[in-house]
């Protein structure tokens, strides 16, 4: 039985790291950022509206969030209604970012269309930063305890390797843990404060599948003009922790040569999201 489940843990883990292989092979694009219109806009805003692939969408509509250009406001409203969740959220993301107050009558009708967690909470974040004249983003809910539906039980640890706050990095990766996680029918996270002394038993009587996801946020990397943020997920079993494979997204926004908070938020909160997309298709695979 030892021999059985080293061999399937080795699977999952080159499985994990064949799917992030093949993330970065297709999936990152480096993000546009311009202070004034670009011509580029255009030819996002198609990619937005008509690439089959859902991680192109993700990444115009944040190049769209970045561009400055009020020409990006419709392509990203019209996201809203967009068949896959993460790009709803990138498409909200990037309303907030790009600041424009056109953008925010849009915003405020999808809010009362929208039911997925993730989506919403990012809406109501956008609403407020274009209420208020600026972006920003904030923490999570105390998550819904698990119920009879309730399959996998998820706790979070988040390893801060910036020079940002701890408590503000916790709070941004914890909230877009736990969002993305919640999205999906039949799973649970456990509060922050709970041990695994304390989770073990809760885990246990339920008989639910337990994970343990600790996101270490490396430093953001400014270089040749380009930002570029990882964020690593790895993945262990919950509360005995035996690691299981491990996710780490990377993203780079081009055009930003300074230090600038808000883009390193959009682009760590993207890592984590296609992580946990990752992840989910792991525990899926079980």
Do not use: H
Not at 61 to 84: I, M, R, T, Y
Not at 124 to 138: I, T
Not at 241 to 260: C, I
């Amino acid at each position: 039985m030892m021999f059985a489940s080293c061999i399937l843990r080795d699977r999952m883990i080159r499985t994990a790291r064949v799917t992030m292989l093949l993330w970065l092979a297709i999936g990152i694009t480096l993000i546009p950022r311009a202070v004034q219109a670009d011509p580029r806009t255009s030819y996002l805003a198609d990619q937005l509206k008509s690439n089959d692939d859902y991680r192109v969408r993700t990444q115009a509509a944040l190049a769209l969030g970045a561009s400055g250009d009020d020409a990006a406001v419709k392509p990203l409203c019209d996201a809203l209604v967009d068949s896959n969740v993460s790009v709803k959220v990138a498409a909200a993301a990037a309303l907030g970012k790009l600041s424009k107050p056109a953008g925010l009558p849009c915003l405020q009708s999808a809010a009362k269309r929208e039911s997925a967690p993730s989506v919403k909470s990012q809406i109501e974040k956008s609403v407020a930063s274009l209420q208020a004249g600026g972006s920003g983003a904030g923490g999570g809910a105390t998550p819904p305890p698990p119920d009879a539906k309730t399959k996998v039980y998820v706790a979070i640890q988040v390893t801060n390797k910036t020079s940002r706050g701890a408590a503000d990095v916790d709070a941004l990766i914890r909230a877009a843990m736990q969002d993305k996680l919640l999205t999906k029918p039949g799973y649970a996270v456990a509060p922050k404060s709970e041990t695994p002394t304390q989770g073990g038993p809760i885990v246990k009587s339920k008989k639910l599948k337990g994970f343990f996801l600790i996101a270490t946020v490396e430093a953001p990397v400014y270089a040749g003009g380009n930002l570029s943020q990882t964020v690593r997920v790895s993945m262990w079993t919950y509360p005995d922790k035996a690691l299981q494979g491990e996710f780490a997204p990377k993203l780079t926004q081009s055009g930003t040569p300074k230090t600038d908070a808000q883009s390193e938020d959009v682009l760590m909160k993207m890592c984590v999201e296609n992580a946990i997309e990752s992840f989910q298709k792991v525990v899926a695979s079980l």
